[in-house]
């Protein structure tokens, strides 16, 4: 069953509310990993608190308890545990999301204030951090619930809601939150199925149903030596330097192709499946897709389905960067006393971080020991999750596709996402229902970068899809 007209009509007529509401909420730099911003994510669980008590919802704000960062031990921000409507006759689908967004400084490349919602009249674009990932289709549950409240309309299923402040730092606390709250009179009890809108179109043109994840296993290598910084013209050619132990390590990681150079990691990945490539071939994708998305013509490889398969059904290993590196302007002599390595791997099946981790770490300690440094050497996994896939032939799909052909006149295509949200699994695994992702914006988006924007366009008709496909859901 379609949405109502009038649901769709007030969505376009609230438009401009809606903005305000997602300008509100980028305003707050719910920053997750960075201990100073802690305060300001619980600023963003107290606003988005509000914003679903005002829509009707009643809320759970759950402690998670503590986590070390940065040397300080701080609170973890809260879990939202939202619900309306507990109808026997009606569906019951969970959704989730997260109010927490990645750091982000002017000084990083942002034409505009990251933290200041910036609406481009020309382009149609929402400029700011967490537009599109995630308070953009966060708010797009609360603005179809303000619709139904305003109109007085029943909603055509029971909703819960599950929005937590850590997602990008790991998920602490919130996997041990979601196995005790499964089972008779808990709050997940009775869930059918799960939406998560959190990731993104492949292109800027067609919808998709997102029905993978890679998951990730993300790794800090400290090298420490002397006991403070040295001066290089004192000191250099003198002793063994921290960074040049790590950089050759870091260079020994993966190549410039991308092929991961830890033994046994790549032999992990599950075979190619007779037709499988075929699947990757059809997807409306191309290589200029790819260069527009990064803004320059870097493509891996001029094949399609091989940049589709890098992405979606391959491992890949990604250096971050160095702490305690020399990064400032000038040109300082200085032999940094202790500097650690950020790199992270996204794992496909059947990778998990538990089968990934020793060879990461046995290969590393043995790279080190070749190098005959007399430096110290500390290797740390900072947070991982498997990958996920689903069934993508389940009535959850099956109403979500409907959805998307109302709204955009188009059928989605079906895509695995190269990112992860590693709390997709535990709710799969602990609820034992399907989940599907239903992303709000494009590829072109810019998540996790500088000048994250999302479409004006697919704000509006995004949350018209979210509210279409829970009475698609509804008449199931
Ligand atoms: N929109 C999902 C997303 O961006 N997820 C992050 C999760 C993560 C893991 N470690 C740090 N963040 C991702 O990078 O895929
Ligand atoms: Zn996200
Ligand atoms: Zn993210």
Redo the contacts with the bound molecule.
């Keep these: 069953m379609p949405a109502p007209p009038q649901f769709i009509k007030y969505v376009d007529d609230n438009a401009n509310g809606f903005i305000q509401r997602l300008a509100k909420a980028v305003q707050i730099p719910s920053v997750s990993g960075d201990a100073s911003y802690r305060k300001h994510v619980f600023e963003m669980a107290t606003f988005l608190e509000g914003e679903l008590q005002a829509v009707g919802a009643q809320v759970k704000r759950v402690p998670l308890g503590k986590q070390v960062l940065d040397g300080q031990e701080i609170d973890l921000p809260p879990a939202l545990l939202a619900s309306i409507g507990n109808d026997p006759k009606k569906k019951t689908i969970l959704c989730y999301g997260h109010y927490d967004v990645q750091p982000a400084l002017k000084s990083d490349g942002w034409d505009t204030e990251p933290f200041q919602l910036v609406v481009n009249e020309k382009t149609g674009q929402l400029i700011g951090r967490g537009s599109t ?2 308070k953009g289709p966060v708010l797009g549950w609360i603005n179809i619930l303000e619709a139904h409240k305003k109109l007085g309309l029943e909603l055509p299923v029971n909703l819960k809601f599950c929005f937590e402040g850590m ?4 998920s602490e606390g919130l996997d041990d939150l979601i196995k005790s709250e499964v089972g008779k009179g808990k709050f997940f009890d009775g869930v059918e199925a799960i939406c998560i809108s ?2 993104y179109w492949l292109n800027t043109r067609t919808p998709c149903l997102t029905y993978g994840l890679r998951g ?1 296993s ?1 790794y800090n290598v400290t090298i420490r030596g002397p006991a403070k910084d040295l001066h290089s013209g004192a000191f250099g050619r003198t002793v063994h330097e921290p960074m040049t132990d790590l950089i050759h390590i870091m260079s020994r990681l993966v190549t410039p192709q991308g092929k991961i150079l830890i033994p046994g990691v790549e032999d992990l990945v599950a075979p190619l499946v007779t037709g499988e490539k075929e699947r990757y071939d059809a997807l409306d994708y191309s290589i200029q897709d790819v260069e527009a998305a990064v803004g320059a013509p870097i493509a891996l490889s001029d094949d399609k389905a091989t940049v589709l398969m890098g992405r979606m059904r391959e491992p890949s290993l990604s250096l971050h960067g160095i702490e305690g590196a020399f990064s400032a302007a000038g040109a300082k002599t200085v032999i940094p006393a202790k500097v650690s390595g950020k790199f ?1 791997i996204r794992l496909v099946p059947n990778q998990t971080p538990d089968n990934i981790d020793p060879l990461v770490i046995s290969y590393i300690q043995s790279e080190f020991k070749k190098l005959g440094s007399k430096n110290t050497l500390i290797i740390e996994n900072l ?1 991982g999750g498997k990958p996920w896939m689903a069934d993508p032939t389940h009535w959850n799909y099956v109403a979500a596709t409907k959805a998307t052909e109302a709204i955009y006149n188009k059928k989605p295509d079906l895509t695995r996402e190269g ?4 709390v997709t699994l535990t709710f799969a695994e602990s609820l034992g229902v399907n989940v599907l992702l239903l992303p709000m914006g494009r590829g072109d988006d810019g ?2 970068s500088f000048n994250e924007k999302l479409d004006r366009s697919n704000y509006i008709e995004g949350t018209k899809l979210l509210g279409t496909y829970l009475y698609e859901v509804g008449s199931i």
């Design positions: 990932d995630d997602e990008e730092s790991g959190d990731n990730i993300y992270s947070h990112g992860s949200i590693p998540a996790h």
